[in-house]
T-cell receptor
Framework: NAGVTQTPKFQVLKTGQSMTLQCAQD?????MSWYRQDPGMGLRLIHY???????DQGEVPNGYNVSRSTTEDFPLRLLSAAPSQTSVYFC?????????????FGQGTRLTVV | AQKVTQAQTEISVVEKEDVTLDCVYE???????LFWYKQPPSGELVFLIR??????QNEISGRYSWNFQKSTSSFNFTITASQVVDSAVYFC???????????????FGKGTKLSVKP
């Protein structure tokens, strides 16, 4: 059972570069989301999706794009990386968060922007 | 607005001590869910427990127990006879059930780092 798979685990980018963080889940969950974790800040929601073709912004969406073409995949794109985007990124999925089902998290991607 | 406050940034205890991690939440919704997640030094996020707003019964699972009190908007987590393996960052989180709103997005507290020394 793979659960939620994120790639890569580590990445170093130069300022201005773009990249895509991949996230895939095999649990047929409609809801998927991306969080960033910064020291002392907890986890903050970047973007989320309630199903294929539907995405919305979270608390800190600036500088990030998402799309959801399939139920399984929810990639996060950094358009022009900035040092402020240095963080640990987590992808999560949940069966029915409005009914309080727990979120399953990927292993995280540690991103450094220099 | 939704908010989760974990006032304890770091706690350090000696093995076998009991420790309580505090969580206070704010919500205007009448139906909501509270969670605790554990993040060990390896970095993954591990689900520990979920409580819905209509169930104030306390829960015990081995050395772990949770005290949910709506009157004080708190959902505290106690580890009895702590062990070194309990060293981790613990997050409390809130999600709301209302339609057309946050779709059940998780709102996290900033976490409490627990260090258990041998």
């Amino acid at each position: 059972n793979a659960g939620v798979t994120q790639t890569p685990k580590f990445q170093v980018l130069k300022t201005g570069q773009s990249m895509t963080l991949q996230c895939a889940q095999d649990m047929n969950h409609e809801y998927m989301s991306w969080y960033r974790q910064d020291p002392g800040m907890g986890l903050r929601l970047i973007h989320y999706s309630v199903g294929a073709g539907i995405t919305d912004q979270g608390e800190v969406p600036n500088g990030y794009n998402v799309s959801r073409s399939t139920t399984e995949d929810f990639p996060l794109r950094l358009l022009s990386a900035a040092p402020s985007q240095t963080s640990v990124y987590f992808c999560a999925s949940s069966y029915s968060p409005r009914r309080g089902t727990e979120a399953f998290f990927g292993q995280g991607t540690r991103l450094t922007v220099v | 607005a939704q908010k989760v406050t974990q006032a304890q940034t770091e706690i350090s205890v000696v093995e076998k001590e009991d420790v309580t991690l505090d969580c206070v939440y704010e919500t205007r919704d009448t139906t909501y869910y509270l969670f605790w997640y554990k993040q060990p030094p390896s970095g993954e996020l591990v689900f520990l427990i979920r409580r819905n707003s209509f169930d104030e019964q306390n829960e015990i699972s081995g050395r772990y127990s949770w005290n949910f009190q709506k009157s004080t908007s708190s959902f505290n987590f106690t580890i009895t006879a702590s062990q070194v393996v309990d060293s981790a960052v613990y997050f409390c989180a809130l999600s709301e059930a209302r339609r057309g709103g946050s779709q059940g997005n998780l709102i996290f507290g900033k976490g409490t780092k627990l260090s258990v020394k041998p």
